[in-house]
């Protein structure tokens, strides 16, 4: 499968952004999918992500109540509604996929930057 992510930019905090990944090729043995970031300096964490049978989503701790992700099923597009962003949020997020047969996520797509400033 191959992803690829779009929405990135620059905002002062408090602000909002969308990002999108839109999958094709083997979308119909996606397991879930969603997003990671790499803050500068840290390790890639992970933001979000959706179940692709059930819908069902989960957060991290750092995210949950401020982004929303959610899917466009005609497009094979998972959507990232990032509102109230901070500071902290600044890193660079990708889009990945975990297939039905993996047990990690093995598809990724290309990064893209989201500043947040103060």
């Known amino acids: 499968v191959q992803l690829q992510a779009s929405g990135g930019g620059l905002v002062q905090a408090g602000g909002y952004l969308r990002l999108s990944c839109a999958a094709s090729?083997?979308?119909?043995?996606?397991?879930?999918m969603g997003w990671f970031r790499q803050a500068p300096g840290k390790e890639r964490e992970f933001v979000a992500t959706?179940?692709?049978?059930?819908?069902?989503?989960l957060y991290s701790n750092s995210v949950k109540g401020r982004f929303t992700i959610s899917r466009d099923n005609a497009k094979n597009t998972v959507l990232l509604q990032m509102n109230s962003l901070k500071p902290e949020d600044t890193a660079v997020y990708y889009c990945?996929?975990?297939?039905?047969?993996?047990?990690?996520?093995?598809?990724w797509g290309q990064g893209t930057l989201v500043t947040v400033s103060s």
């Open positions: 090729g083997r979308t119909f043995s996606i397991h879930d």
């Open positions: 959706m179940y692709w049978s059930s819908g069902n989503t």
């Open positions: 990945a996929a975990k297939m039905g047969s993996d047990s990690l996520y093995m598809h």
